[in-house]
């Protein structure tokens, strides 16, 4: 659970476990280049309101970057997503997210790096 004051946020992590939590506050230590690229970006939104969280705990997923508002999942993807088996994982995850009112939009290392 996050907690922000007194209020526990509990929706926008849709029963993510302590053990998800720790593993997110692990990766948010190491970005990678392109996750650290968009970040940054990502942040300019803040003042209009949307609010994107990084590596994001949600039910049994980390989100690379998550926005409540939009109700949005932002992946960024590297070269390990180019096999078959990580397309499958992928698409599951995505379909599992749907589930819940997500959606998700995925962008290569490359598209962020060069193509802000």
Known sequence: MA???KTI?????????????????????????????LWKNLKKFRAE???????????????DFYCHKLRLVIEVDGEI??????????EGRTGELEKLGIKTIRFTNEQVLKNM
């Open 3 to 5: 907690y922000l004051g």
């Open 81 to 90: 997503h180019n096999n078959e088996q990580s397309l499958e994982h992928d």
């Open 49 to 63: 309101g949307y609010i994107f969280r990084r590596q994001h705990p949600i039910d049994i997923f980390i989100a």
């Open 9 to 37: 946020e509990k929706e926008m992590h849709f029963g993510a476990k302590a053990r998800i939590f720790k593993f997110a506050q692990e990766m948010r230590k190491n970005p990678t280049e392109s996750e650290y690229v």
